[in-house]
């Protein structure tokens, strides 16, 4: 058999696979990839389907892909590229326009859109004010859709005529819903939607008017990517791009925590097949060193037995590979399905991708953790045929802990973990296994002396794990792993949970209220007062720019598309408060003291935008306020919890700072949906007041939160069947040596029972100390999770103290179950073999 053909070999491991499938360490391996690809599978493809259609939600919130956004109209030739990348195309003018009527005339914001608008996303529409709404295209020539506000401040009824400039437009719909009306609150006025071809008859665009021009596409990633990649070398100074990237923050916080979670959770789930692979390996190896001595008799080379148990493997692995590939795809299937009520109605198929990283997740994982046991196989000495007790030369410790980290080193640059959760899994889980790990070995033999007293059972459960210390102490571990890897996960499932409810609760604002007189502002407060509104504070308001920091101008010291540079291009919402609003926190100063209406007002900036714009205590910041400069120095830095729904501003002076300038007052309040007529009534009663329901937006977001809730709750169930493939291979690692002691205890009298109450004790015992172990490493690991990864407030948790009774029942009941074969095996057949 010397020099033995390569297809012969395969043939060779093919056969020795079929005869020795059924053996315990092969199905246990085989199920440990499984588990591990089709969690890896099943994740990756989520997240990539997850992604595309929350990256199509999230454009639903621009109306298109991309949006190209400007002062003046776009180029010519910036039109023709977009055109000749196979873009689809829309047009918006958005400009601020009195809107005359029989019965006086309103401010408004006027919104002239083409017939191919909105690229994402959908309009929606009302026959009446407050009717029933539907999905369709947008005004046709002649017409005007407004919002109810405006009907109710005008007078109007559908039907009416209005003149918009110099056109006059019949009112035909009331405009209910619009896909990218989630913007700057503050600057929104009652809108009217005329059509694009209406506009220039209006004579209302002029050179010199305030306008915003905003080219629409949509397309495929690759063609929006090229056309973005061509117009960011050519925009004008008034132009800027906008994408998905940029809607709302909500939504980026809650996506960047599920992101950040399910990958996790993948690598945990990895990580435990891993060890169970590694496990299974060992034992499959240990089982075959007689066939190895005996094919090294036979005639085969060194490196031909190596690589004829190294084909058996992967021939075992591509199989698991593949079935868990198919697992992982049909499993994201079913998940989808699930959210068929929440998702859009085009979820992105995912490709191929997901499926192939899976299975090179799990053949990572075979080689790193499985090749090291194997490698003794190629050592067997010949000899062995005749003297049982002839060991190969052990593995280098090097080679198999050196293998492992490779391999889990390319698993974590595979899911693209950040280094704090990578460094809070392996450093705490490593730091609690040599702490409790040596606490274990001290606590079990301190169990020596308790022997003599004990009655049978427990001297025979004791006397298992007092034989091995070392063995017994590395199951409490891995089982230990196992514990902490599934509470670890369920912890932050239920408290990120938690945090993402918390974060839009349910009588959240959904009504902003702007450009509410100072003299109507009392009224204004007892009128919410009386419909039982619940209401923020009511903050004075005036635009603002910010002109100098330092005296030096701010556009020479900010970064180019940092947030700095966008704060800056705009009028800022200027306001000033004697008490820090809710949401706010100091993070550096202070607010204000007497000290401090020395020489300049004090402003209190946002850190985020003090951080871009480089701002530190003592700064002394200039605004252009209508048309005149005034300064202010920076005397606190504050984070601002912007998911609250509430009147939030980068900016806050010092009080009285802008006594002597005209001023408008803004709120946000809370009614219960079915009270429209209270809302229709606050509009008569204050009709230049501009009120904004947020509710359609609000509605999204919680759609949003509701996909990741039940994304983390699905995660977990990989998690599970990771842990069991570990306890299990865990048990098999030992069953031979439990059959041969099975075997010679009934051989000596012991009863069925009494072995079966042994096991209990034994695995009740290691379970109980994997329950320490677990909620220790839970609760270190949690608080560098919280504190450093998911910006979580960490808490003690004392329900963990039901650990050790969890891990007791569950080891103890698995155990039993898993060395069953140990009781039925016949005595004396396993002592003929022996």
């Known amino acids: 058999m010397v020099g033995l053909p390569m297809f012969r070999l395969v043939a060779l491991a093919a056969r020795q696979l079929l005869r020795d499938a059924r053996s315990g360490e092969l199905r246990v391996l085989f199920f440990a990839l499984l588990v591990a690809v089709a969690a890896s599978t099943a994740i990756g493809y989520f997240g990539a389907r997850l992604n595309g259609a929350m990256q199509l939600r999230a454009t639903e919130f621009l109306g298109a892909d991309l949006i190209l956004q400007g002062s003046s ?15 689809e195309h829309a047009r918006v003018v958005e400009f601020a326009s009195v809107i005359a009527a029989d019965s006086g005339i309103q401010l408004s914001s006027v919104k002239a859109v083409d017939a191919a608008y909105p690229l994402r996303g959908e309009l929606k529409s009302a026959a009446q004010p407050y009717g029933e709404e539907t999905a369709g295209a947008g005004p ?14 005008l007078n ?104 950040r979670y399910l990958n996790m959770a993948s690598l945990v789930a990895v990580l435990l097949a891993g060890v169970a692979v590694a496990m299974s390996a060992s034992r499959f190896a240990a089982r075959r060193f007689d066939a190895s001595a005996l094919l090294r008799c036979l005639g085969l080379s060194r490196r031909e037995v190596m690589l004829m148990f190294c084909v058996q493997l992967a021939l075992l692995g591509v199989l698991a590979c593949l079935s868990g590939a198919l697992i992982g795809w049909l499993a994201q299937l079913v998940l989808f399905q699930m959210l068929h009520g929440l998702l859009p109605a085009v979820v992105p198929a995912g490709g191929v991708l997901p499926a192939l990283a899976g299975i090179g997740t799990g053949l990572v994982a075979l080689a790193g953790f499985a090749l090291p046991p194997l490698a003794a196989l190629g050592a067997v000495p010949p000899l062995r045929v005749l003297r049982r007790d002839l060991l190969p030369v052990p593995t280098s410790t090097w080679l198999v802990y050196g293998t492992a980290l490779l391999a889990l080193g390319l698993i974590m640059w595979r899911l693209s973990l950040d280094l704090v959760l990578t460094f809070a899994l392996l450093a705490g889980g490593l730091l609690a296994a040599l702490i409790l790990g040596g ?8 169990l020596r002396r308790l022997l003599a007293r004990s009655t049978l059972p427990w001297r025979l459960g004791l006397g298992q794990l007092l034989r091995h210390p070392l063995a017994a102490a590395g199951q409490a571990l891995a089982f230990g792993l196992i514990l902490l890897a599934m509470t670890l996960i369920a912890l932050l499932r239920g408290e990120l949970l938690d945090n993402w409810q918390n974060q839009l609760p349910k009588d959240a604002p959904n009504y902003f ?139 806050i002076f010092q009080p009285g700072t802008f006594d002597d300038l005209p001023t408008t007052y803004l709120t946000s309040f809370y009614i219960a949906p079915g009270h429209d ?118 808490a003690p948790h004392p329900w963990l103290l039901c650990l050790p009774l969890i891990g007791a029942l569950l080891v103890g009941g698995a155990g039993v179950f898993g060395t069953r074969r140990a009781l039925n095996a016949s005595p004396l057949q396993v002592l003929r073999e022996g």
């Open 73 to 87: 109209p776009a180029r010519q030739e910036q039109i023709d590229a977009g055109n000749q990348a196979g873009l």
């Open 140 to 153: 046709a020539s002649g017409e005007a859709w407004a919002e109810s506000r405006l009907l109710a401040a």
């Open 156 to 259: 109007l009824k559908v039907g009416d005529t209005l003149d918009v400039g110099s056109k006059t437009l019949r009112l035909a719909r009331v405009l209910t819903y619009e896909p990218d009306r989630a913007g700057n609150f503050y600057s929104l006025t009652p809108r009217v939607m005329i059509n694009l071809q209406d506009l220039a008859a209006t004579n209302v665009v002029q050179p010199g008017s305030r306008v915003t021009y905003r080219e629409l596409w949509r397309g495929t990633p690759e063609q929006l990517a090229s056309y973005q990649q061509q117009l960011e070398s050519a925009l004008e100074p008034n132009q800027r791009l906008r994408d998905s990237k940029d809607s709302n923050q909500q939504i980026g916080g809650a996506l960047g925590k599920a992101e």
């Open 439 to 446: 606490l274990l070995l001290l606590g079990l033999k301190s």
């Open 513 to 651: 209220a702007l450009n509410i007189l100072p003299d109507e502002r009392d009224a204004f407060a007892r009128h919410l007062q009386d419909a039982g509104a619940r209401a923020a504070p009511l903050y004075p308001v005036m635009p603002g720019r910010l002109v100098d920091i330092n005296d030096a101008p701010v556009q020479e010291l900010v970064e180019k598309d940092s947030r700095g540079e966008r704060a800056v291009q705009r009028d800022l919402s200027l306001t000033w408060a004697e008490h820090l609003p809710n949401g706010n926190r100091i993070t550096a100063g202070q607010w204000w003291s007497d000290a401090q209406n020395k020489d300049l007002p004090g402003v209190s900036v946002e850190e985020g935008v003090a951080q871009s714009l480089k701002l530190k205590l003592g700064d002394r910041l200039t605004f252009n306020i209508g048309g005149s400069n005034r300064d202010a120095v920076v005397t606190s830095l504050r984070t601002v919890d912007w998911n609250n729904f509430q009147p939030n501003f980068f900016m």
């Open 677 to 794: 007529s209270q809302v229709v009534e606050l509009s008569r009663a204050f009709p230049a007041a501009t009120i904004l329901g947020v509710e359609a937006l609000l509605e999204q977001l919680r759609s949003i939160l509701a996909q990741v809730t039940l994304a983390v709750e699905y995660v977990l169930l990989f998690v599970l069947a990771a842990g069991m493939a570990v306890l299990f291979s865990g048990l098999q690692a030992t069953l031979d040596e439990r059959i041969r002691q099975g075997a010679l205890l009934r051989a000596l009298g012991a009863e069925r029972r009494l072995l079966v109450k042994a096991r209990r004790i034994e695995f009740g015992l290691l379970g109980a100390a994997s329950g320490v172990l677990a909620a220790l490493g839970s609760e270190l690991i949690s608080f560098v999770l919280y504190r450093y990864a998911f910006d979580l407030v960490w």
